[in-house]
C-alpha cells in the first residue's frame, strides 16, 4: 500500500520560508515523478511543481523563481522549499505521485496517489 505523508506546512508571514517534506513508504519511488498541488479555498486543485525520475522539475509559472522541489531517492522523500512566500499562497498542499512512465504532467489525472495535504497559511 502506497502511503504518502505530507509535513512542515504552517503559519508564516508574507516574505517568509516554509519547507514541506512528503515522505513516501510502499515501495520504491526513485522510478517514479513526483508533484506538488496546492487548493485553497472555493478553489480548484491546482499543479505547482513536479520533479521527473532523472531529475527534472517543472513549475507553475506563479511559483518560478520563489519555489524549489528536489527529491532525495534514499530517503524516498520529495521536498518543497517555499520562499517569498505571499497571501495568495495560502491553501493545502498535496504531495502526488505518478506511477507510470512519460511526463510528469500538471493535471490532477496525471498522478496515482495523494497524501492527505498539509496546511499553508500566509499572513498578509
Known amino acids: 500500500q502506497v502511503q504518502l505523508v505530507e509535513s512542515g506546512g504552517g503559519l508564516v508571514q508574507t516574505g517568509g520560508s516554509l519547507r514541506l517534506s512528503c515522505a513516501a513508504s510502499g515501495r520504491t519511488f526513485s522510478s517514479v515523478s513526483m508533484g506538488w498541488f496546492r487548493q485553497a479555498p472555493g478553489k480548484e486543485r491546482e499543479f505547482v511543481t513536479a520533479?521527473?525520475?532523472?531529475?527534472?522539475?517543472y513549475y507553475a509559472d506563479f511559483v518560478k523563481g520563489r519555489f524549489t522541489i528536489s527529491r532525495d531517492n534514499a530517503k524516498n522523500t520529495v521536498y518543497l522549499q517555499m520562499n517569498n512566500l505571499k497571501p495568495e499562497d495560502t491553501a493545502v498542499y498535496y504531495c502526488a505521485v505518478r506511477d507510470r512512465s512519460g511526463y510528469p504532467g500538471q493535471r490532477r489525472y496525471d498522478y496515482d496517489y495523494w497524501g492527505q495535504g498539509t496546511q499553508v497559511t500566509v499572513s498578509s
Open positions: 520533479i521527473s525520475s532523472t531529475g527534472n522539475t
